[in-house]
């Protein structure tokens, strides 16, 4: 039963567009939500967060948006570059938790 | 500053025989977390620990055991290795489960 999904094992995007990357989740009770970037043969890095008392994170080109009715989060990448081809983790943690769900991931790959 | 590290790189068992994971960090992290990334799963979590000489289950514990005797140590074991543990193993550390975790490298095992 996966707490946190990632319904698109890959996506492909033209460099200069817009990369939206989605995630649910089941459990009510996450408040706290991050994404992951991995690259092939190294770990996962941290790239951007949320918490339930907001709806929207922005850190440069990455937005990430937090609908909590509909238990979905989305990562926006503008504008998406070729080095953003990477594999894609959204994890989910609360209050409650001492540790991080992790969804399984979705492959982006940017098109020059 | 190593941030996390793992040793080894690579590994290659016969089945039955048995090997130790190490992971180290240099952050003074209190959770310490081993994860294991097989195709379309994503990162499962084996085992973690909240602090010096705690341990406690993750989502996929059985056929591995850990112990964390010092702060900056996690030690995995696999007592008598199977096929199906091949995989590759990630070591991460975070100050709180609402923090970023910093992953190591990775190690891949292969198991025959």
């Known amino acids: 039963d996966q707490q946190v999904k990632q319904n698109s094992p890959s996506l492909s995007v033209q460099e200069g567009r817009i990369s939206i990357l989605n995630c649910d989740y089941t459990?009510?009770?996450?408040?706290?939500f991050l994404w992951y970037k991995k690259y092939p043969a190294e770990g996962p890095t941290f790239l951007i967060s949320?918490?339930?008392?907001?709806d929207k994170n922005e850190d440069g080109r990455f937005t990430v948006f937090l609908n909590k009715s509909a238990k979905h989060l989305s990562l926006h990448i503008v504008p998406s570059q070729p080095g953003d081809s990477a594999v894609y983790f959204c994890a989910a943690s609360g209050t409650s938790y001492d540790k991080v769900i992790f969804g399984p991931g979705t492959s982006l790959s940017v098109i020059p | 500053n190593a941030g996390v590290t793992q040793t080894p790189k690579f590994r290659v068992l016969k089945t039955g025989q048995s090997m130790t994971l190490l992971c180290a960090q240099d952050?003074?992290?209190?959770?310490m977390y081993w994860y294991r990334q097989d195709p379309g799963m994503g990162l499962r979590l084996i085992h973690y620990?909240?602090?010096?000489?705690?341990?406690a289950k993750g989502e996929v514990p059985d056929g591995y055991n850990v112990s964390r005797l010092k702060k900056q140590n996690f030690l995995l074991g696999l007592e008598s290795a199977a096929p199906s543990q091949t995989s590759v193993y990630f070591c991460a550390s975070s100050l709180s489960p609402y923090n970023e975790q910093f992953f190591g490298p990775g190690t891949r095992l292969t198991v025959l």
């Open positions: 620990s909240v602090g010096e000489g705690t341990t």
């Open positions: 459990n009510s009770m996450f408040d706290y």
């Open positions: 952050m003074n992290h209190e959770y």
């Open positions: 949320i918490s339930s008392i907001k």
